[in-house]
């Protein structure tokens, strides 16, 4: 099938839908760098339409492939039991501390942030449930750096 060819403000509009974060991930990624996923893959009936499409990393535009949202949640939810079958290193690092398993719940960054960069409304159940990288994820919503959660874009916050 043959792929539309976007124009280069369709192409800037997908990237800014997320302020130029990865809508799986959350990971900041350049213009230049910025991959675009179909949602749902035209492999599998997906359209080739704008609404159809999201910002995306090179690794999860990767991992994702041909999945659906929830093939893709599916096989990353079973990441960690891949390496504890196949890794002996892996093995070895979660005993001596070094890595640790934190959850196979996987929630991805446009689930947390709206279309326009914000932060979803959440009951305060919900957010209590939230991981640290859910957290991470949604600090990015609001212009905070992960790295610097006390600024918002250069200036201090607290």
């Not at 996923?37 to 704008?50: F, M």
Request: contains cysteine; charged residues 35%; positive net charge.
């Amino acid at each position: 099938m043959k792929r539309k060819k976007l124009k280069k403000e369709e192409r800037e509009n997908i990237y800014n839908k997320y302020n130029g974060r990865c809508a799986y991930c959350g990971s900041k990624i350049e213009y230049k760098d910025m991959q675009i996923d179909h949602v749902v893959p035209l492999r599998i009936g997906g359209k080739d339409e704008i609404s159809n499409m999201l910002p995306s990393c090179r690794s999860c535009n990767h991992y994702k492939a041909t999945l659906d949202i929830e093939g893709f949640r599916k096989y990353l939810s079973k990441i960690h039991d891949r390496l504890t079958r196949d890794s002996v290193a892996y093995r070895v690092a979660e005993r001596f501390g070094i890595v640790e398993h934190k959850t196979d719940k996987v929630k991805f960054y446009f689930e947390i942030c709206n279309d326009d960069g914000k932060i979803k409304t959440w009951k305060i159940n919900d957010v209590q449930k939230l991981t640290p990288v859910e957290i991470t994820k949604m600090s990015h919503c609001v212009g905070l750096d992960y790295k610097k959660p006390y600024e918002r874009q250069g200036k201090k916050i607290l």
